[in-house]
């Protein structure tokens, strides 16, 4: 029986390129959901003169095309700027591989909302994003709904894990976020360090506080 994917993509799929996570990463993100049966976690390093991807890793839970999307785009942002590679689109990763099969095309997708999420945070961290805008509700909400919830593999928003969110405003503000949690919970560690990365970090945020059911 023919497949329906390319040699390349095959490639890609049987020896991934890349594959693996760098520890004290510059950048990091995780998009997709376990639940929905595609998830990519990237992380990257980025030299602080040239601002150029000196080294970038993934690990993804999916199919073949989502592990073959993921190696290919670790192969087009190595080297370049993070300019650069916020140019990646998905159809350059598709077109890279020979192409996808029409339901796959999302993978693409996926793997381009990685690399651009995780030079965000890059960004955030060295506080050179361009044209900022301020932090409210609206953006928390935007920000955490990168944020899975381990208990669905969905994000922390849709499925309102995050019971409220409350911003003391000023100059530098900060974010009181509210989580439908005991603090002893397996998992509130983790979701606390990813509720911190997303938010900590923005150019007007001073504090971020996670505060867990009792």
Known sequence: MRLPYSEKVLDHFKNPRNVGEIEDPDGKAVEGSPACGDMVQLTLKVDEKTRKITDIKFKSYGCASNIA???????????????????????????????????????????????REAIRNYEEKQGIVKDPEPTNEKVVKRRLSHVMNPLTGLDVIRTNLITDIKITNGE?????????????HQYANNVKEEIKEKLEYRHDVEKVIVRFKE
Do not use: N, Q, R
């Open 172 to 184: 530098k503000k900060t974010i009181e976020v509210s989580v439908d949690l005991t603090e002893d």
């Open 69 to 115: 999307t993921g190696s290919i785009i670790t192969e087009i942002a190595k080297g370049k700027t993070i300019d650069e590679a916020k140019k990646i689109s998905w159809k350059t990763a598709s077109e890279e591989l020979g192409g996808l099969p029409a339901v796959k095309a999302h993978c693409s997708v996926l793997a381009v909302s990685s690399l």
